[in-house]
């Protein structure tokens, strides 16, 4: 500061101004929490060290090979051979809304199972780009037959097809099988949510012909929130590279990010945005655990310990909501007794035992609980502690 009490140069003024103290919160230390809500789920350790490991450059050669071991690991998690495989900057809403900009084009139809809180957010998208979009409706915990499918496509001829495949608000698994050949039949894409399924449930995408999914990294894949899969089929890229208007949506437009994530002529990666170094490698060392896991080994442990789960939730006298025919085995929605007060028990879940698990959402709130047991979590000793936690909470 000079002695006239001007800054000394009006490009360097070191001064603070009124907010004078600097805030000192110390060192981060977060509560303890054992994760069993409808996610995050707990990250496997190995993947948080690898968060922890020092940074590389995001055009280094060395980050652009692991980026192509994380693209071939997502399409053996995903069973499909789509080219354009990658993990998208951002939460699983991000591959989501990268799935609805680049995939519908102003005045499409598109049709969306909503059988819970997820398929209106596909809604909402479709119709904040332009779609013309058609509510198919079932109540909260059920899914819809091949049947109803069909006949929703004949009727309305829509250009688009949004499924939910795992309903984290119900706790349903909607079965995809032979949904993507009628898509087909009908000059349709189809559309997945994968986000409570990808690798603790069977996923078929190439034999199930989805054109599109999404999923995110904090469920059953044990990795925290912050990359997004997504896969476009080669019908969704054609759809895509047809289109005469640019994407509506700068940051998610996968022409251009393919630019970077897949490369364009001779394999050269232009810069788009930085790619989120630390995400890549815990979803590079999630999908590493996988596969050394091996997939069928990781859907048979998810739906062996969701069956303990639920054998050992009906001894204490707790019912599941949704019929075992097309029951999660990643996210269970548990029916709250007569007379008990859903959120009083998650409270002293949280603050008795540091466990968390997730109150009911828009139809089915203060009707059930959302217990996720995904990925890491998905263990016997696991199971066994949120039964005990609740048998004493309901007590
Ligand atoms: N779809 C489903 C089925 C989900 O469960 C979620 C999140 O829980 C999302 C989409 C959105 O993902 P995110 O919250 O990671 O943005």
Redesign the pocket.
């Known amino acids: 500061m000079a002695a006239n009490g001007k800054a000394e140069s009006p490009m360097y003024d070191y001064a603070c101004d009124a907010v004078a103290e600097a805030p000192q919160k110390g060192v981060l230390n977060p509560p303890p929490r054992l994760l069993c809500g409808?996610?995050p789920g707990n990250a496997h350790p190995r993947v948080l060290s690898a968060m922890s490991l020092p940074e590389i450059g995001h055009l280094d050669p060395a980050f652009l090979s692991m980026m192509e071991d994380i693209k071939e690991m997502l399409r053996y998690v995903w069973q499909t051979n789509n080219a354009f495989t990658v993990p998208v900057s951002g939460?699983?809403?991000?591959a989501?809304e990268a799935c609805v900009a680049n995939l519908v084009e102003k005045g499409d139809k598109m049709l969306v199972g909503c059988n819970g809180y997820?398929g209106p957010?596909l809604i909402d998208m479709g119709d904040r780009y332009g779609a013309e979009c058609i509510e198919m409706k079932k109540p909260w915990g059920e899914v819809f037959s091949y049947d109803e499918i069909k006949a929703a496509l004949e009727e309305h001829k829509p250009k688009i097809l949004g499924m939910?495949h795992?309903?984290?608000?119900t706790g349903a698994c909607q079965p995809l099988e032979g949904i993507g050949e009628l898509c087909h039949e009908h000059d349709c894409l189809l559309i997945a949510?994968c986000?409570?399924s990808i690798s603790g449930v069977p996923c078929h995408l190439d034999k199930w012909g989805v054109d599109a999914a999404y999923a995110?990294t904090?469920?059953c894949l044990s990795c925290p929130?912050g990359v997004?899969p997504l896969t476009f089929s080669q019908r969704a890229m054609d759809k895509l590279m047809a289109r005469p208007d640019k994407v509506k949506n700068w940051y998610l437009d996968m022409k251009m990010v393919a630019s970077y994530l897949v490369g364009s002529g001779g394999g050269a990666r232009s810069y788009h945005h930085t790619a989120p170094i630390s995400m890549c490698y815990g979803i590079r060392e999630a999908l590493s655990i996988c596969c050394e896991e091996g997939l069928e080994a990781r859907w048979k442990r998810h739906r062996e310990v969701a069956e303990f789960f639920w054998v050992e939730l009906e001894k204490i006298g707790l019912e599941c909501h949704v019929s075992k025919d097309y029951r999660l085995p990643s996210l269970t929605t548990v029916k709250v007794p007569e007379g008990v007060d859903s959120k009083k028990l998650t409270k002293l879940l949280l603050e008795k035992y540091q466990m968390e698990i997730g109150n009911g959402l828009g139809d089915l709130a203060g009707k059930v609980w959302r217990i996720g047991l995904m990925g890491y979590n998905s263990r016997f000793d696991v199971a066994m502690t949120v039964v005990a936690a609740l048998k004493d909470g309901l007590e």
């Open positions: 409808p996610g939460t699983g809403s991000a989501m997820f957010r939910v795992a309903e984290t608000s949510d986000v409570t995110g904090q469920k929130p997004s």
